[in-house]
């Protein structure tokens, strides 16, 4: 750069030089008296051509000076040269979970998200991350890897998508992922509130497949597991996106157990309680009742029973029935 800055003001001064040589000879000419010979001037053309090539050293010159420095810029700018790839030290400095087994297939899926997260920020080799994530099984996962190597041709190196594939096979089965799908499905708000019955529903929704590929679609599945009573009251409610619905379907819970809390409080005091008293002295004066009635059906049965042994009825006997 120092060298280009150097060479711009050597041609600068050779221009300026010319053109001060180009005056000197033109002053000279004036104040000669004709004392002698004048030396022949520059002729118009002359001067011309050389201004011009001054001109073109001076049009290179800046030329080269705006190149050297849009260099300089350039240099400045640069992407850094990529990061060298990661080794295991590096992956193991990431706190990557360990897998062990899986009671529940999300739970799987959820060790092989977190692994992959790890890699996104490390310049992990495509061939490396089998191995590092292997590295990272325990028990029966463990168990499971050195099985399936076993089965694979000598010298054969997986893919992280291979990896993956071969491990959902195992701990995901299509089966179980069937059954997920199916209760999935069959969720039902029930008992629960609409913050209980959402997390439920964002857990298994995992399963669900096609049936919630879309924002419509999820919204669509959690509708119809609300209770009858919000599904009502959301009927022409429109939602941007699932996280609307969910929080409509809370306002519109909350809403209603506040009608009911307050239509409650503004009863009248005791008409409840009224009620099952009521119904108690009336059960009580049928009870009654049905004693005296029976009490005097057996005195009934009683004086027939003393007619047909043939003894004689007393006077005061007839006065007292």
Same mark, same amino acid.
């Given at each position: ?37 004048? @030396? ?17 050293? @001076?049009?290179?010159?800046?030329? @080269? ?93 997986? !893919? ?32 629960? !509130? ?19 590929? !879309? ?107």
């Amino acid at each position: 750069m120092h060298i280009l800055y150097l060479h711009g003001l050597v041609l600068l001064a050779k221009w300026l030089t010319r053109g001060m040589v180009i005056l000197q000879m033109g002053d000279n000419h004036d104040n000669e008296n004709h004392e002698a010979l004048p @030396q022949q001037p520059p002729s118009l053309a002359q001067a011309v051509a050389a201004l011009i090539a001054d001109r073109n050293e @001076q049009t290179e010159l800046i030329r @080269q000076l705006v190149q050297a420095q849009a260099n300089v810029g350039r240099g400045r700018h640069a992407p850094p040269p990529p990061p060298a790839e990661t080794d295991y030290v590096g992956f193991l400095a990431t706190q990557p979970p360990l897998f062990h087994k899986a009671d529940d297939p999300l739970e799987a899926d959820a060790w092989i998200r977190t692994i992959e997260d790890k890699f996104s920020i490390l310049n992990c080799a495509e061939m490396d991350k089998p191995a590092f994530a292997a590295q990272q099984l325990r028990g029966p996962a463990k168990i499971w890897w050195v099985n399936h190597k076993a089965l694979l041709p000598a010298g054969t190196r997986l !893919t992280w998508d291979e990896f993956v594939a071969a491990f959902k096979a195992h701990h995901i089965p299509t089966s179980l992922m069937r059954r997920k799908m199916a209760e999935f499905l069959a969720l039902k708000q029930g008992t629960n !509130t609409v913050l209980q019955y959402a997390q439920t529903f964002n857990q298994l929704s995992q399963y669900g497949g096609f049936h919630v590929d !879309t924002d419509e679609k999820k919204q669509d599945c959690f509708r119809r597991g609300l209770s009858t009573k919000l599904q009502d009251k959301l009927a022409l409610t429109t939602c941007n996106n699932f996280t609307n619905l969910v929080n409509k379907a809370i306002t519109q819970e909350d809403a209603t157990l506040a009608h009911k809390a307050d239509k409650k409080r503004k009863a009248p005091a005791g008409s409840s309680s009224n009620a099952p008293q009521s119904t108690g002295w009336f059960r009580q004066g049928i009870s009654r009742l049905q004693t005296v009635l029976h009490s005097r059906a057996v005195g009934s049965l009683d004086h027939h029973s003393n007619n047909s042994s043939g003894h004689p009825v007393s006077r005061h006997s007839h006065r007292g029935l």
